[in-house]
């Protein structure tokens, strides 16, 4: 159980335009997700949080108007990345918590690899 | 506020001899704490998790480690490396208090010598 899957697992894009990445709980409801970064060889950095049907808080330094968070179900939260730049190329990785009283352990997706060329 | 201090960016041991990555946090709150492995261009696995029950934790593939609140370390322990082990791990604590972000260490990079 607590499976967390993430589409598309790898995405090459052009400077200037748009990626949205997706993120899912399959078989838990997320009450709250979150979206890292990882940069090759570096740990995880936190982005932001996502809790459903509310706005995300983002992290300092994190622009909100680039990272476009939406997380519109108990299953379902989305990252775009607008106006890619090659400086966006990442590795991002989302992660879900059912957020059961007591327990905050989070689930993680397998990442998403983006390239900007 | 909480923090993780993983002490080694790289370890490197021989197949077949021990294993420990060493982990140390502070929190304001009793934490949970986690150990993940990351093989190279792949998500994260968890290996195991403290969560205030007993203080030794075993993990999957022969992992353990122990929650030593005196030292406020949860350092991860295998008795036998074996070739696969070879990856990045991640040492990650929750404050919990109804404080749901985690915070991750720096990571340490296990390189198993054949």
């Known amino acids: 159980g607590a499976v967390v899957s993430q589409h598309p697992s790898r995405v090459i894009c052009k400077s200037g335009t748009s990626v949205k990445i997706e993120c899912r709980s399959l078989?838990?409801?997320?009450?709250?997700m979150f979206w890292y970064r990882q940069f090759p060889k570096q740990s995880l950095m936190l982005m932001a949080t996502s809790n459903e049907g509310s706005k995300a808080t983002y992290e300092q330094g994190v622009e909100k108007d680039k990272f476009l968070i939406n997380h519109a179900s108990l299953t379902l939260s989305t990252l775009t990345v607008t106006s890619a730049h090659p400086e966006d190329s990442s590795f991002y990785i989302c992660?879900?918590?059912?957020?059961?009283?007591?327990?905050?352990?989070?689930?993680f997706g397998p990442g998403t690899r983006l390239t900007v060329t | 506020a909480q923090s993780v201090t993983q002490l080694d960016s790289h370890v490197s041991v021989s197949e077949g001899t021990p294993v420990l990555l060493r982990c140390n946090y502070s929190?304001?709150?009793?934490?949970?704490l986690f150990w993940y492995v990351q093989h190279p261009n792949k998500g994260l696995q968890l290996l195991l998790k403290y969560t205030s029950a007993a203080t030794l934790v075993k993990g999957i593939n022969g992992f353990e480690a122990e929650f030593k609140k005196s030292e406020t370390s949860f350092h991860l322990t295998k008795p036998s490396a074996h070739m696969s082990d070879a990856a990045e791990y991640f040492c990650?604590?929750?404050?919990?208090?109804?404080?749901?972000?985690?915070?991750f260490g720096t990571g340490t990079k296990l390189q198993v010598i054949p």
């Open positions: 078989d838990f409801q997320a009450t709250t």
């Open positions: 992660s879900a918590t059912p957020g059961i009283a007591g327990s905050y352990e989070q689930y």
């Open positions: 990650v604590v929750n404050g919990s208090g109804g404080y749901q972000k985690v915070t």
């Open positions: 929190s304001s709150y009793s934490p949970s």
